[in-house]
């Protein structure tokens, strides 16, 4: 294994990891996963295709790593918890599209996207990380038929996300995260306590 | 060229373009854009691949009209503009629910999003298909903020598809589409008549 090069970061540098994770979701969703190599994701977070090796293992480790939320669902939830309860709704809203606003997170969802739909093993993975970790966190919000109430949440932030970074329906993406909150919060409250 | 293959489907069946775009639509979804071939989508479709040439030109041609909606979404809105202005936003999610479920139809929908998310033209024109046909189609569903409301009704719808169909949540396959409409129409009814 050669060194890293010289005018590249080094392995003891505490942001290499995450250098390399951004340059593989850069890669990821530019080029999709077949056609992004290892080398070529090296190049771009200027390190040796051998750091990687040693820091995430096979490209599909790499993969599923970039695969990660950017944030913990739970502290959300942790957070939006501390609000009235009327107000969550609102609350849930402003809080992911400024998350999903900001460039790295939101091609941390089209990589997810565009994995997701180009391979089986990624959408399981995308699947479960919905499931297991977000449906989860937003099931704690709510005190009876938690799975399907979250599940509902989630529905409309996903469509949210696919309108405003996927699509880019201009009305959507025109809209500040404020005025979203005040537009969709209300469905997402309804989600989280009406009767039907 | 050669003719069609003798156990194959003749030129002139009338069923022989809807046949091709099916098998098109298959290989695409599972294989995506491009590693489905020309030759592998003939052979499903059982016909000469030349047929394909004639009836819609280069693979890129094929793509797009396996892009094109299933259904005409102004003939949908004509629908549910019949019913009581109160109920439609329910009246639009059993529909929608109601033809995505056919598997060839969600088919389409994981084309779309399959090709959309792994090419940037399929991606312009699945942006063109949802702003000036299926957006402008529920904009004649109210009298202000059209193309705002339509926005955010096709975001949800868009979201309710990506769950059901793309990320398969179990509450949300579990669902029928009458609990649909009951659970998510009030949100659509919501962004067809609310103020905010």
Known sequence: MTGPRARGRRPGDPDTRAHILDAARELFAQDGYERASMRAIAARAQVDPALIVHYFGTKR???????????????????????????????LVLFLVRTW?????????????????S????RQQLQDTMRHSVQ?????????????????????????????????????????????????????????????
């Open 119 to 122: 391979d089986d093993q990624a």
């Open 61 to 91: 480790e790499l993969l599923t790593a970039s695969l990660q939320l950017p944030v913990d669902p739970q502290s959300v939830i942790g957070e939006v918890q501390s609000r009235p309860s009327g107000e969550r709704g609102a609350a």
């Open 136 to 196: 989860h966190a937003v099931a704690g919000l709510v005190d009876d038929r938690r799975a399907e109430r979250a599940a509902l949440v989630m529905s409309q932030m996903s469509g949210l996300a696919l309108a405003r970074y996927f699509l880019c329906i201009p009305e959507i993406v025109a809209m500040s995260p404020e005025q979203l909150a005040t537009a969709v919060g209300p469905a997402i409250q309804r989600y989280l306590e009406s009767t039907w």
């Open 101 to 117: 606003d900001r460039p790295d997170y939101r091609r941390n969802f089209l990589v997810m996207l565009r994995a997701g739909a």
